[in-house]
């Protein structure tokens, strides 16, 4: 199993919303990302988590949140977004050591319009 | 910081071939990847190369000179479905929190014409 599940697959929301992205992957990567996407431009790192553990956070507006409940499973919690967020939002996940495979594999993405 | 440049558009014809170059700036590298994708879709691993040298797999090679902060992504047989962005992505150690980053270009898009 080489798949990286993210839910919903698009995602409507009012700027007073809140929402959740969520991001599943079964093989057994203790790293996992999230990037944004705008059109025509290419994906822009928001967030590491390395053993569950929030490594990296690329000075990301606290409207979003990121959780990681477990090492599967990844979160994005967002609220009082603004239209500019409005994107494709990718969750990867890698291996966190540079033995094994080392490529980060990415789920289809949730694409987020705020409006 | 890192930076890295490739260029924004190509054009090839069906079987013919094409070279799309990437050149990168960072501290702490840790390998250079190649992905593909598709207008909408998510990026898809093509390549991967640590040390210097020519990686090929099928139709698709990949070379990387660490010293000159270079590497290409050489596509052979062109075929229509190859038409897609070509994303050149550098991973570096971020400093003091074990963990790796994945920093992309702003990708290449290449256009098969029959």
């Known amino acids: 199993d080489t798949e990286v599940t993210q839910t919903p697959k698009h995602l409507v929301m009012g700027m007073t919303n809140k929402k959740s992205l969520k991001c599943e992957q079964h093989m057994g990567h203790r790293a996992m990302y999230w990037y944004k996407q705008k059109a025509k431009k290419p994906p822009e790192l928001m967030f590491v988590y390395s053993y569950e553990k929030l490594s990296i956070n690329e000075s990301v507006p606290s409207r979003f949140s990121p959780e990681c409940p477990n090492s599967s499973l990844l979160n994005l919690h967002l609220h009082a977004l603004q239209p500019e967020d409005s994107a494709l939002y990718l969750c990867?996940?890698?291996?966190?050591?540079?033995?094994?495979?080392?490529?980060?594999?990415f789920g289809q993405g949730t694409r987020l319009t705020v409006v | 910081g890192q930076n890295i440049d490739q260029p924004t558009e190509m054009t090839a014809t069906e079987g013919a071939i094409v070279q799309i170059n990437c050149t990168y700036q960072?501290?702490?590298?840790?390998?250079l990847f190649w992905y593909q994708q598709h207008a909408g879709e998510a990026p898809t691993f093509l390549s991967y190369?640590?040390?210097?040298g020519l990686e090929e797999k099928g139709r698709f090679s990949s070379f990387l000179s660490r010293s000159k902060g270079y590497s290409y992504l050489l596509l052979k047989e062109l075929q229509m479905k190859d038409s897609a962005s070509y994303l050149c992505a550098v991973r570096a150690s971020y400093s003091g929190a074990g963990s790796y980053q994945l920093t992309f270009g702003k990708g290449t898009k290449l256009s098969v014409i029959p």
């Open positions: 990867a996940s890698s291996q966190v050591h540079t033995a094994g495979e080392p490529e980060a594999f």
């Open positions: 960072t501290s702490g590298f840790n390998g």
């Open positions: 190369n640590v040390l210097d």
